[in-house]
């Protein structure tokens, strides 16, 4: 998370369960790679994501969030439905951080760069401002478009100016299935991962708190020895 843009105050930020064979999470709690006595790399995400897998274990903790959480922050800050932002992710990249279009276009929310500058976005491929970006815009095509979700989302896909000539949802057959998409999406209801986003502007006392705090939340299994002993090797304990 960048320092221009922080969460509402009060928002919870909570550490998900993480689903069966998602390869995640928590390598950035780190300074690259762990390193052990021989000098040779060593990587600790599998050992946070499994002990992650085990249940939500922290409701408090200041570094991480998970992915639903920022879109129902970016929902209440900006006004517009949790179900439509989703579907719009799940349309756009199917949730990538760090997804690029043939047309340049970045992140979750698929922003192109001059989108970007106009936006204030400096980090496009970080999921909370990406997230946060892409909301502030459909925000301001659905003011634009009175309500009008169709036309918001033409405006978002192909432009504004191409909705106004044609006083709709442009002929495009691209346009036409993105939107009719996005649509569909929202009626079923979008299928968020469980995934984690770790705070880029966390420091790494802050990190090591959080850790801590998971450890101390978690029973006794094979996962927190799992997470202890990776802890104690990265010299976190």
């Known amino acids: 998370m960048a320092d221009n843009v922080k969460p509402l105050k009060g928002t919870s930020m909570k ?4 689903s069966s064979g998602e390869h995640l999470t928590f390598q ?16 600790t995400s599998k050992a946070f994501a ?13 570094t991480a969030t998970s992915y639903k959480d920022i879109f129902i922050e970016a929902s209440q800050k900006y006004g517009v439905s949790y179900d439509l932002l989703t579907a719009m992710a799940e349309q756009e990249s199917e949730f990538n951080a760090d997804a690029v279009s043939s047309a340049g276009a970045m992140g979750i929310m698929q922003i192109m760069p001059e989108t970007a500058k106009e936006l204030g976005l400096t980090h496009p491929f970080d999921a909370y401002e990406n997230i946060m970006a892409g909301a502030k815009y459909i925000a301001q095509k659905l003011k634009q478009y009175k309500g009008n979700v169709d036309k918001a989302l033409a ?25 009719k998409n996005i649509k569909a999406i929202m009626k079923r209801g979008a299928n968020v991962p469980y995934k984690n ?9 802050e990190l090591e708190a959080d850790l801590k705090k998971l450890l101390s939340n978690m029973p006794e299994t094979e996962n927190y020895d799992v997470l202890r002993n990776t802890l104690a090797e990265m010299n976190y304990l």
């Open 15 to 18: 550490i998900s369960v993480v």
């Open 28 to 43: 950035e709690v780190i300074d690259g790679p762990a390193v052990n006595t021989k000098g040779t790399a060593k990587s």
């Open 50 to 62: 499994k002990a992650l897998n085990q249940r939500t274990v922290a409701d408090t903790t200041k």
């Open 155 to 179: 405006a978002y896909n192909a432009g504004s100016s191409v909705v106004d000539m044609y006083d709709g949802v442009p002929p495009y057959g691209e346009t036409v299935s993105y939107v």
């Open 197 to 205: 986003y770790i705070s880029s502007s966390a420091t790494k006392e």
